[in-house]
């Protein structure tokens, strides 16, 4: 057989969206004589629709639309995802069989992912393992449940996406006992730096297991704003790999085929060949760039402001808006480009045609890319240097203006309101707070009359102790960097320079990370004003993605940090902690990049009130 898989990038209730791209996969399919189509989970819908998979007329918008697609699959086998309402009462998680303009039937999902970014419990209900029964939709009679079908007197059946997370409970091991030769996962795997390796296991594993072929197929690009689908395709029998395909694509479909002979199987491997070892500094920029380019076409914007700081982290955003147009263009070519984000103007495209590839990047860049460097008296020289040069080295557009004479303005108000001077020995958040607030309102400007997103700057490890000026360098329509911490981003940057080419990096790769909105005798720092960033992110890590207590937490780090000089760090860090979520609560949708993050919208949820943790700390006395 030839068995094909498709990576689909859909987006919630945008259904001549993802009917296109389901059509375009069939008939891709059907050109190359692939014998069955495996479609991602969910794929009519979207993955993402939330709450509205609990109301009456999405799952009966979705069976609509399913009898379109059935009218398609001539001579092909396809599965193809979708919520169904069963008896008016409970919602099913099912993939639907069609064989050849006939549905055969629906599988359920049997295990709903509740841990992490998942909530699937809220609106589905599990199937239980081994039953069947029927429902009736528009006059006819269809199977539902955990069933077995046949192609060509090969026997096949469902894992969908978490049921293939379930160690030995998964369904694929009552499979092979109903004598199942092939396994197919239609899935919404989220992405996370790494996982790959461990999907990859998951698949190959269990086609050596349970002496089968697995297929393989996920969602594919940012659906719905905050996760992010690498579109993995993977198809292999008995432990042997037949075909896995490049992540993170840019195309709307990524259709594989791969070969399988069932009369005469690969002979079962003695054990599963490694993956090659992942590099994060890739996977984390491939990301990003896809989140980036999706999120901006899909809201319908017209590019990105950025107040570029010079620091770290608003570098880390220019460089990741300039690395998406130079991927998205060297994959997609320039007019699909173009076609995709329609933002550019006839003129553009003429300018275009007579320039080179490096030039196209710099003008695209400088298109959909707008900067401003909002200095003070605080600020450095270096940092305006490290913003200049970064955004000329990128084509991006590079304002500079000052701030001090709002920031004097608002100050002189509050003096006189209250009848005193404010000073940095009485009033140091106060002054260092109205700095970053006063950058805010013209850069919303330039967002306006550019129709575009504005970049909050954020990272994970600021997230977490709240090191961060609410309206002031949280504000913002997007906040790309909030799900990684500081301490990776330092060192992406560097990577960055010497990898991709970004020259314009040397400037702030050789700045020491400071928040620049105190007198510059005091030579602030962040580490100064918090803690290493590595200490902070171990403490981060191992209080809220192994979920250790504050003491459990000394125990385990006390060996690499100064015992006493740990315990005011794990003091310090619990405190901002607890008197921060709200800041979190505020974010600005982020991305989830790694294994966990603290958007309490997808990962995390804290109690914006609580104890702070006082009784579990004065255990480290």
Request: charged fraction near 25%; aromatic fraction near 10%.
């Amino acid at each position: 057989m030839l068995l094909a898989a498709a990576a689909l990038n859909q987006t919630p209730l945008d259904w001549q969206n993802n009917l296109a791209n389901i059509k375009n996969a069939i008939e891709k399919a059907r050109k190359s004589k692939a014998d069955l189509l495996l479609l991602p989970e969910l794929c009519i819908t979207g993955y993402g629709c939330e709450d509205l998979f609990l109301t009456e007329w999405l799952p009966e918008e979705a069976f609509e639309k399913l009898l379109e697609i059935k009218d398609w699959c001539e001579n092909i086998t396809v599965a193809v995802g979708l919520p169904i309402r069963f008896r008016d009462h409970v919602i099913y998680n099912t993939v639907c069989v069609i064989q050849n303009k006939e549905i055969t039937g629906f599988t359920a999902k049997q295990f709903l992912a509740n841990d992490g970014v998942h909530y699937e419990p809220r609106w589905f209900t599990s199937w239980p393992a081994g039953q069947e029964t029927t429902f009736e939709k528009f006059g006819k009679t269809y199977k539902i449940g955990d069933l077995v079908y046949d192609l060509k007197g090969v026997k096949f059946a469902f894992e969908i996406c978490e049921d293939a997370w379930r160690g030995d409970d998964r369904p694929a091991g009552k499979h092979q006992q109903r004598g199942v030769q092939l396994i197919l996962n239609p899935s919404a795997s989220h992405f996370a730096m790494s996982k790959t390796d461990v999907r990859y296991h998951l698949v190959v594993d269990a086609s050596k297991k349970y002496n089968c072929a697995y297929v393989y197929a996920n969602l594919l690009g940012n659906e719905a704003g905050r996760m992010i689908y690498d579109g993995e395709i993977l198809i292999a029998q008995n432990g042997n790999l037949i075909m896995r395909n490049q992540l993170l694509s840019f195309k709307s479909v990524d259709l594989e085929c791969g070969k399988v002979d069932f009369e005469n199987p690969l002979p079962l491997v003695a054990e599963v060949a490694p993956l090659e070892t992942v590099d994060e500094n890739k996977e984390f920029i491939a990301a990003i760039t896809l989140a980036l380019f999706d999120y901006l076409r899909k809201s319908r914007s017209r590019g990105f402001v950025l107040s570029l700081s010079g620091g770290a982290d608003s570098s880390a955003c220019a460089v990741a808006v300039a690395e998406m147009v130079k991927r998205a263009l060297n994959e997609l070519g320039l007019e699909e480009f173009a076609r995709k984000l329609n933002v550019f103007s006839a003129e553009d495209l003429q300018k275009l045609e007579f320039l080179n590839d490096f030039e196209k990047q710099q003008f695209l860049t400088g298109k959909l890319l707008t900067t401003a460097y909002q200095g003070t008296v605080n600020s450095s020289d270096d940092t305006f240097r490290s913003a200049e040069e970064l955004a000329k080295s990128i084509g991006a557009v590079f304002f500079n203006w000052g701030i001090d004479e709002e920031v004097k303005g608002y100050i002189g108000k509050i003096e006189h309101a209250i009848g005193r001077g404010l000073t940095w020995q009485t009033d140091d958040v106060t002054l260092q707070n109205i700095q970053a607030r006063v950058r805010a309102p013209a850069i919303w400007m330039l967002a306006n009359i550019n129709n575009a997103l504005l970049m909050a700057t954020s990272n994970r490890s600021e997230a977490a102790v709240g090191y961060a000026t609410m309206d002031g360098d949280t504000s913002g329509s997007i906040s790309p960097l909030a799900g990684v911490d500081k301490a990776f981003l330092r060192q992406w940057l560097i990577w960055a320079q010497q990898n991709l080419g970004y020259e314009g990096l040397q400037y702030v790769n050789n700045l020491q990370p400071s928040a620049e909105l105190r007198p510059a005798e005091q030579t602030q720092t962040d580490e100064k004003d918090l803690m290493p960033y590595p200490v902070l992110n171990q403490i981060e890590r191992l209080a809220f993605y192994e979920r250790l207590a504050p003491e459990q937490v000394f125990e385990r780090m006390k060996a690499d940090v100064e015992p006493e000089a740990l315990k005011m760090y794990i003091k310090r860090f619990y405190a901002l902690w607890s008197r921060n979520q709200w800041k979190r609560e505020r974010y600005a949708p982020s991305f989830h990049l790694d294994d966990y993050n603290l958007d309490p919208r997808s990962w995390l949820r804290f109690p914006i009130l609580s104890g702070g943790f006082l009784e579990e700390l004065k255990k480290l006395n």
